[in-house]
């Protein structure tokens, strides 16, 4: 219980603190936004935030490093075995940053695309490192120190120099121990988290101990001015200067109750302050040194402030990180601040009168808000002041009359509401009730109603009075809605112009602001200028059509107006949107509530309080957009970089800003090819993504912008060069090659159609020869049958008729004379019919044979044989044969197997022989031999007889030149012999051939096919 009590204590004493605060209201009001597990962020416990060069944020916490790029979080991989607790982050002063976690040190090189941790100290391994480091620091001269449990270090291009503290330093926080103190001059000095405070000596290169030792905790620092800093201390937020030696010469307790974890600066004179337990503390750094509780802030611990390039704070909980946004209107005061705000006005002296519904005020500062003091009856709806005089509008119809807090006068205008009042002097004042308008002389309490001049219809909106003292109506409807005042006829007389945009529709004017010659008005269906008798709408973007309920300009000639989206702020071209997440109490504006005074402060009245804010000549200009091709992975595209597509294809961007939240981020793009705009700007859908599609080719420029909500103007334009190239089959090239591609087939179709007919035509012509040939071989066949056919009926009729006829005449003398002749001359007889029956029969089988030939029914029966058996027979046969005529026949021929036709090649031996012995002489020699030639035997039949002419020889195998020559001996013959043989041979395969010479003898060749192996 009793280790319980310092806590309790301290709980108590910060739920006074915040009661006592809220006495004094809220100086910021700021918006938030939170990154946890529920939006994006997966680990909690964040101890730190920075924001790199190129405007990446990154956060320390027990889970790793995580960057922020594209609206996502991205956690960076340590090495192996290393340890994922990080404690802090520091951006370097030239660019890259440090990180620290339990056992290491890191250096993140800023980039959209690559998430590595570079490795540059090991901790815990040696004495000479740090253990368990806590706190890194970057001095002027850009050396980084780094702080462990107990003692400091030097970091120098990767080396690393220890410098020994005492053990009364030894921290017992488990994040915090020393802090730096670096004063403009240089001085450095550190503090350690029990308190005790050195100097850096840079001759001796050592940490001298101060004489100034407080005796407290220290457990963060901030620099306030060139030698003044911020403590946050175990005894609460001390103040301390030092001298130019580094002397503390000055402390002071800004608060004794707050508990310090972090400080970050508002502006010069306020500071916000993270605590252990207290969540977070506004601090005015003044003579009083007031301090505010942050409404709305939903945690009490706060690890780290960081304030970014945008002025936005980040806070580091152990519950995620916090985004921190001033809001743009402040509507904190102390009294009648949530009232209904009827009407305010600017008094004489300056100061800002408002009204509610039964009371006044008058805005002392933009804190504090006194009642004036002055009654009445009825509930108040409008008001007025001149000089001294107050004047009310009651919704009963009354003008009450205050000289100072008196009522001095109550004048009943109408039995309805007024709903404005417009002093043209002391004593004129222009009313309207009931929409009728009234002139009241407030010294003679005279009416006059001007209904007349309006056709007698209750039309009167909005009376406004120039500087140069025109008086303008606002009235109602297309033909109505604007009149002014001729004071020379007293009459008002209406100046309305059509407008085409309105046509018919209901419109009416609620307020009215005039600027030299031009008159801005505020109707129920935008705003629009009249000027010269011409009348023209302000472009308002997307709220061009709302209704506007009240019109200022200010001092830099911005138009600010009241609508049911909020407040709108146009300068020049650019339209800005402020609601209730920049300050504004309520979106119900009462018609005409908005003022700016001569402060240059914006007052505006709503349903649920007054509110305003500062106006300055510089509105922050958004930063650039960040473009990713959205792909798989996410590839961003590099500034200055260019992309291509091609024609027919589409682009998709996925487009964010280095400003958070995403959400408050408004994004649009156009279409550029060279000054023409393609396409106008557009706005990007909730998924903030970029379709570029259906484009022609050419070079185009996409131009993206991005508006931050509230007060930020247009960024500049994020251009990317944009190539549309053809579909290949499109390009220049590709139809020059498709037209010398169709150019080349149709020659190469040409050409082959020429080649294809020329080859038919030599195909046909071919077949024509062929045709021919075979015509006159046909015809060539049919002569030579003809040939045939007259040379077989040669032979009928002459070759078998004479030796019928011998055969005949023998055989009459063997009957007529069979007993005159002698048994000689009978057997001489009967031989000689038996020779001439023979050679008939002979004759007769030759025709059959060469007939059965010709016709092809002669069947070819192939075997395989030896021969040497058929020479060997036909040798000694013919011996005899050629004996009977003293001629010699001898052989030379060996083994020899063929395949053939035995009797066919019997027959052409035997034919080829029996013409050796019929045409040789006595005592010549018939030569027989066959050898082997390649793959067939060659059989010669040599004799030495009478032989052929060249003439006989060409002759030799034709059927239509066959001379029957008579031999040796007289023997006859037809010549069917050798066109028999030349037919066998040619039947079996082989060829047959002749040599001859006259006189000398002749060899007659044939082949036959060898065996086959």
């Known amino acids: 219980m009793t280790k319980l009590l310092p806590f309790y204590k301290l709980l108590i004493t910060s739920l006074l603190m915040i009661v006592f605060c809220e006495i004094y209201a809220q100086r910021t009001d700021f918006r938030f936004h939170e990154y946890n597990k529920q939006n994006k962020l997966s680990e909690e416990l964040v101890k730190y935030t920075v924001q790199d060069s190129l405007g990446i944020y990154y956060f320390a916490t027990d889970a790793g490093v995580y960057s922020l790029i594209n609206d996502n979080f991205h956690l960076y991989q340590v090495p192996e075995g290393k340890s994922q607790y990080f404690k802090e982050l520091i951006r370097l002063k030239g660019g890259n940053l440090l990180a620290l976690s339990d056992d290491a040190i890191y250096k993140i090189t800023p980039s959209f695309t690559s998430n590595d941790l570079e490795l540059i100290l090991e901790c815990n391994l040696d004495p000479a490192s740090p253990k368990y480091p806590k706190h890194v620091f970057e001095d002027q001269k850009q050396q980084v120190w780094i702080s462990d449990y107990n003692h400091l270090y030097r970091l120098n291009n990767g080396t690393i120099e220890k410098y020994s503290m005492d053990e009364k330093n030894l921290t017992s926080s488990y994040a915090r121990s020393f802090q730096f103190l670096e004063c403009d001059n240089g001085n450095l000095i550190v503090v350690s988290q029990k308190g005790w405070f050195y100097n850096f000596n840079q001759k001796s290169n050592s940490f001298d101990k101060s004489i100034y030792q407080p005796g407290f905790l220290v457990h963060s620092s901030f620099k306030i001015g060139s030698n003044e800093f911020l403590l946050g201390t175990s005894l609460g937020i001390i103040k301390i200067i030092f001298d130019f030696k580094g002397r503390v010469v000055h402390t002071e307790t800004i608060s004794k109750d707050i508990i310090a974890s972090c400080f970050e600066q508002i502006n010069e004179s306020r500071v916000i302050v993270g605590t252990w337990f207290q969540g977070l503390v506004e601090i005015e750094l003044n003579n009083e040194h007031k301090f505010y509780p942050v409404g709305g802030f939903p945690y009490f611990?706060?690890?780290?402030?960081?304030?970014?390039?945008?002025?936005?704070?980040?806070?580091?909980?152990?519950?995620?990180?916090?985004?921190?946004?001033?809001?743009?209107?402040?509507?904190?005061?102390?009294?009648?601040?949530?009232?209904?705000?009827?009407?305010?006005?600017?008094?004489?002296?300056?100061?800002?009168?408002?009204?509610?519904?039964?009371?006044?005020?008058?805005?002392?500062?933009?804190?504090?808000?006194?009642?004036?003091?002055?009654?009445?009856?009825?509930?108040?709806?409008?008001?007025?002041?001149?000089?001294?005089y107050t004047l009310i509008g009651t919704e009963q119809g009354q003008l009450l009359l205050y000289l100072r807090n008196e009522l001095i006068k109550t004048i009943q205008v109408s039995t309805q509401s007024i709903s404005e009042i417009e002093f043209?002097?002391?004593?004129?004042?222009?009313?309207?009730?009931?929409?009728?308008?009234?002139?009241?002389?407030?010294?003679?309490?005279?009416?006059?109603?001007?209904?007349?001049?309006?056709?007698?219809?209750?039309?009167?909106?909005?009376?406004?009075?120039?500087?140069?003292?025109?008086?303008?109506?606002?009235?109602?409807?297309?033909?109505?809605?604007?009149?002014?005042?001729?004071?020379n006829k007293d009459r008002f007389e209406n100046i309305s112009i059509d407008i085409p945009e309105v046509g018919n529709m209901d419109f009416w004017i609620r307020d009215m602001w005039l600027v030299k010659d031009t008159l801005y008005i505020g109707s129920s269906s935008g705003l629009f200028k009249y000027s010269d008798s011409n009348i023209k709408r302000v472009n308002l973007g997307a709220y061009s059509n709302s209704e506007i309920n009240a019109v200022v300009i200010d001092q830099f000639n911005a138009l600010w107006l009241t609508t049911s989206h909020g407040i709108i702020r146009k300068r020049k071209d650019e339209v800005s949107l402020f609601t209730p997440d920049q300050g504004l109490p309520s979106k119900t504006f009462?018609?005409?509530?908005?003022?700016?005074?001569?402060?240059?402060?914006?007052?505006?009245?709503?349903?649920?309080?007054l509110a305003f804010a500062h106006i300055t000549d510089t509105i922050p200009n958004t930063p650039k957009p960040i473009v990713h091709i959205a792909k798989e992975e996410s590839w961003f595209i590099q500034p200055n970089s260019s992309l291509e597509v091609t024609a027919g294809s589409m682009l998709l961007m996925d487009v964010t800003a280095i400003i958070y939240p995403q959400k408050q981020n408004q994004f649009q793009y156009c279409v550029m090819r060279g000054d023409v705009k393609i396409k106008d700007w557009k706005s990007l859908s909730n998924k903030n993504q970029v379709i570029v599609s259906d484009l022609e080719p050419g070079d185009y420029e996409i131009c993206i912008r991005c508006k931050h909500e509230g007060n930020y103007s247009w960024?500049?334009?994020?251009?990317?060069?944009?190539?549309?190239?053809q579909v290949w089959y499109l390009r220049w090239y590709t139809l020059l090659s498709e037209l010398i591609l169709i150019l080349l087939v149709v020659y190469l179709s040409s050409q082959y159609s020429k080649?294809?007919?020329q080859q038919h035509m030599i195909e046909l012509e071919k077949i024509v020869s062929e045709r021919t040939v075979q015509l006159q071989d046909a015809n060539e066949s049919l002569l030579l049958a003809n040939k045939a056919k007259d040379r077989f009926l040669s032979i009928i009729g002459h070759d078998l008729r004479n030796p019928f006829n011998a055969i005949r005449g023998f055989s009459k003398m063997l009957i007529r004379d069979a007993d005159m002749l002698s048994e000689e001359e009978k057997k001489e007889l009967t031989e000689m019919i038996y020779k001439s029956s023979d050679d008939t029969f002979k004759l007769l089988e030759s025709l059959l044979e060469w007939a059965n030939v010709q016709k092809g029914k002669f069947k070819l029966n192939r075997v395989e044989f030896d021969l040497a058996e058929i020479l060997q027979s036909n040798l000694e046969l013919h011996k005899n044969l050629a004996s009977l005529k003293d001629i010699s026949v001898e052989g030379d021929f060996k083994?020899?197997?063929?395949?053939?036709?035995?009797?066919?090649?019997?027959?052409?031996?035997?034919?080829?022989?029996?013409?050796?012995?019929?045409?040789?002489?006595?005592?010549?020699?018939?030569?027989?031999?066959?050898?082997?030639?390649?793959?067939?035997?060659?059989?010669?039949?040599?004799?030495?007889?009478?032989?052929?002419?060249?003439?006989?020889?060409?002759?030799l195998f034709k059927i239509d030149t066959v001379v029957t020559s008579e031999g040796t001996a007289n023997e006859t013959g037809t010549g069917f012999?050798?066109?028999?043989?030349?037919?066998?041979?040619?039947?079996?395969?082989?060829?047959?051939?002749?040599?001859?010479?006259k006189g000398k003898g002749t060899s007659f060749y044939f082949s036959i096919p060898l065996k086959k192996d």
């Open 977 to 997: 012999g050798l066109m028999l043989s030349k037919e066998f041979v040619e039947l079996n395969g082989g060829q047959i051939r002749v040599s001859s010479v």
């Open 755 to 757: 080649r294809r007919a």
């Open 590 to 609: 009462t018609v005409g509530n908005l003022l700016i005074d001569d402060k240059g402060f914006l007052w505006v009245g709503t349903s649920n309080g």
């Open 424 to 487: 043209e002097n002391a004593d004129i004042v222009w009313v309207v009730a009931d929409k009728e308008l009234f002139q009241v002389n407030l010294y003679e309490g005279t009416i006059k109603s001007y209904f007349k001049d309006f056709n007698e219809r209750r039309i009167v909106q909005d009376v406004f009075i120039g500087e140069n003292n025109t008086l303008f109506v606002g009235g109602e409807y297309q033909h109505s809605y604007l009149y002014q005042y001729n004071r």
């Open 895 to 955: 083994s020899l197997q063929v395949n053939a036709d035995k009797s066919m090649v019997d027959t052409v031996i035997r034919n080829l022989m029996s013409n050796a012995i019929k045409f040789s002489y006595a005592n010549q020699t018939i030569l027989l031999r066959a050898i082997k030639k390649e793959n067939f035997a060659i059989v010669q039949v040599k004799d030495e007889g009478i032989g052929m002419t060249e003439t006989q020889v060409k002759n």
């Open 301 to 388: 611990t706060v690890n780290d402030l960081f304030k970014d390039d945008f002025g936005k704070f980040w806070v580091s909980t152990n519950s995620g990180v916090i985004v921190m946004e001033k809001k743009f209107f402040t509507s904190q005061f102390l009294t009648a601040n949530s009232e209904y705000v009827a009407s305010i006005r600017k008094a004489p002296d300056g100061k800002l009168i408002c009204a509610g519904r039964s009371h006044l005020f008058k805005v002392v500062d933009e804190q504090h808000i006194d009642m004036l003091d002055i009654e009445f009856e009825g509930s108040l709806n409008t008001f007025q002041q001149f000089e001294e």
């Open 715 to 725: 960024s500049e334009n994020r251009i990317i060069p944009l190539r549309v190239n």
